[in-house]
């Protein structure tokens, strides 16, 4: 182009890289003008608004196929010699044109350049056909796109046509429907109030049958309290009758005994016949008669003793009956209801009954608020396992365990107020509430590994040891001193605990805040039902080899995959809330089932 021809006002530089970006190939001719090497010229290209400049860096910025041709006898110019923009122009190959070879050098240019617009139009024929095909393609998309909206139009509407029918029958038969509705309302009513009638004379003979059934019950009562009085005076007869034979074969022993003695000292009197032991025969009888006379009064003593100890007592309860059914029975057990009676449990002069202490406490925590609330467990003994009989395989056999230590453990299980200012303290997901609320309930859907992070995040915030129960602590802990099925005795009562039969509010249906209910004589609560409580030990399936100190039962990877959870909860049946009631889970599991609750070793 030439910048002469161009309208006043325009810029110039615009309308040369315009007019660069329509070219194909630019030749750029390079004589000794191009570099001033004439006498007195000077540089063009060292003008930056230079045209032949311009058009040379812009094409060159755009990559477009440039091709060097030097004339005058021209070489190409070294890359240091050029403005940086002009740089890359002493990378393109040349093609000299000299007054020698003119025409074969212009025809090698023509050449050449031909090729190169050969080239471009292939390809610009190569990329319309590319759009037309492109453009073929989504004509025939967007027409199958249309046919299939018009064919999805159709079909709802005749969606909507059947729906309409539908509705329209629909309507006929719920017309229909409410006028039979209507006339059995009425014969209903009918029924109804003929029912009434008889039912008011089957409720006046009902409640006859039932006074008599009351006073017919009163008579059977008042006969067997009766009963049951003569039997127990009958028992009172003859132990006392039992006493007084017993008594004075007692007596006649003693009579038998002191004469027998009286003999033998009178024997040795007489048959003593030096004269000088007059004096050693006197204290002889003086000393026998002592010794019998002690007899006696030891032998009173005794019988006294034994009648205020052997004084008429109320004969003792009849041993509970219990009843159990579990969904799975271990090996050589009947998963069918069965009846068993809890034998009398004897004394082991080795037990020390566990002791009592008030103390109760929380710890601060470092980043404000306070840990959960703890309670003194004293050291003692006890009988760990089925005491009363009637339990699984894995509560036997029963075994003395002696806490060597003095513990605290939580009055309640952990509450999600609790355990929610830990996790976002430490940035872990919330555990699920299953929609029944947080605060004050019991924490669950927390694994084993999750209660064990918890007690160690305690122990940082505190300066104190916390951590889970072993499974003796628990027992210890949640029996209170006592050798019964259930903290408060051997038979469930009414409203004692949450579970599945236990009689609360929450009975089979969800959690119940902690504390709802009376704790043992420990001080402790929900120890039985609730949640079930993660502990320290490995499960076995029996208590053979348990540790008798109070530790717990510790495995490796190959058998201690599962962990022991106790108490039972508000899903399981009461039997599962039994003192010596053993469960099991794997470590990683979480359930809505179960909570945890933690201890702190004590000086």
């Known amino acids: ?147 299939a909206q018009r064919q999805a139009e159709q079909e709802r509407l005749r969606e909507q046509e059947r729906r309409r029918s539908e509705e329209e029958a629909k309507r006929k038969a719920e017309e229909e429907n409410r006028k039979r509705i209507e006339e059995e309302k009425s014969r209903a009513q009918q029924e109804i109030e003929r029912r009434h009638i008889e039912a008011e004379a089957q409720h006046k003979l009902e409640e006859e049958r039932l006074r008599e059934q009351e006073l017919q019950r009163s008579k059977e009562e008042a006969r067997e309290k009766a009963e049951e009085e003569e039997r127990l005076r009958e028992q009172e007869r003859q132990r006392y009758a039992e006493d007084v034979k017993w008594k004075a074969e007692q007596e006649n022993q003693i009579r038998i005994e002191e004469a027998a003695t009286r003999a033998r000292l009178q024997e040795q009197v007489t048959q003593q016949t030096r004269p000088d032991r007059p004096e050693y025969d006197r204290r002889l009888l003086y000393v026998g008669g002592g010794v019998i006379s002690a007899i006696l009064i030891a032998v009173i003593a005794a019988l006294i003793m034994r009648e205020k100890k052997e004084e008429p007592a109320p004969p003792p309860p009849p041993p509970p009956i219990v009843y159990e059914q579990k969904a799975t029975a271990p090996v050589g057990r009947s998963d069918l209801l069965t009846e068993r009676k809890a034998p009398d449990s004897a004394k082991n002069p080795e037990e020390k009954p566990a002791r009592l202490s008030t103390k109760v406490f929380r710890d ?41 230590k003095s513990f605290a453990i939580g009055r309640y299980e952990v509450t999600f107020d609790e355990y929610d200012r830990f996790a976002r303290a430490t940035n872990r997901k919330l555990p699920g509430d299953h929609g029944w609320g947080r605060g004050r309930r019991p924490v669950i859907n927390v694994s084993w590994d999750d209660a064990n992070a918890y007690a160690k995040w305690l122990s940082e915030q505190t300066g104190k040891r916390y951590r889970l129960p072993t499974e003796a602590e628990w027992e210890y802990a949640a029996r209170a001193g006592q050798e019964t099925n259930y903290w408060w005795g051997n038979n469930l009562i009414t409203g004692m605990a949450n579970c599945d039969g236990c009689g609360s509010q929450w009975d089979n249906k969800q959690t119940a805040p902690v504390g709802s209910f009376k704790p043992n004589a420990f001080g402790l609560y929900d120890t039985a039902g609730n949640v079930r409580e993660w502990v320290e030990d490995c499960y076995d399936d029996n208590y053979n080899g348990a540790p008798v100190d109070g530790s717990a039962k510790e495995g490796d990877s190959r058998n201690c995959d599962r962990r022991v959870i106790r108490g039972g909860s508000w899903y399981d049946v009461p039997r599962y809330l039994r003192s010596s009631d053993r469960g099991s889970t794997n470590a990683d599991d979480g359930s809505h089932t179960l909570g945890f609750r933690l201890v702190q070793d004590t000086n």
């Open 1 to 147: 182009m030439d910048v002469d021809t161009l309208e006043p006002g325009v810029d110039f530089v615009h309308a040369i890289e315009k007019a660069v970006g329509e070219c194909d190939v630019l030749v750029a001719l390079i004589g000794k003008r191009w570099l001033g090497m004439e006498p007195g010229d000077t540089s063009r290209l060292d003008n930056t608004k230079d045209y032949v400049r311009l058009e040379v860096s812009s094409a060159l910025a755009r990559d477009i196929r440039v091709i060097p041709v030097l004339v005058d006898g021209m070489t190409m110019p070294k890359e240091d010699s050029l403005p940086s923009p002009l740089q890359a122009i002493t990378r393109r190959n040349a093609i000299e044109i000299s007054n020698t070879r003119f025409n074969y050098d212009v025809d090698q240019l023509v050449t050449a350049v031909g090729k190169i617009l050969d080239a471009l139009e292939a390809k610009r024929k190569a990329d319309e056909e590319q759009e037309r095909n492109r453009a073929q393609q989504e004509a025939e998309r967007h027409r199958l796109e249309v046919e």
């Open 364 to 404: 601060g925590l470092k980043n404000g608020g306070e840990g959960p609330e703890m309670a003194v467990i004293l050291r003692g003994s006890f009988k760990m396992g089925d005491v009363q009989g009637g339990g699984l395989n894995d509560e036997v056999p029963v075994h003395i365990v002696t806490i060597q």
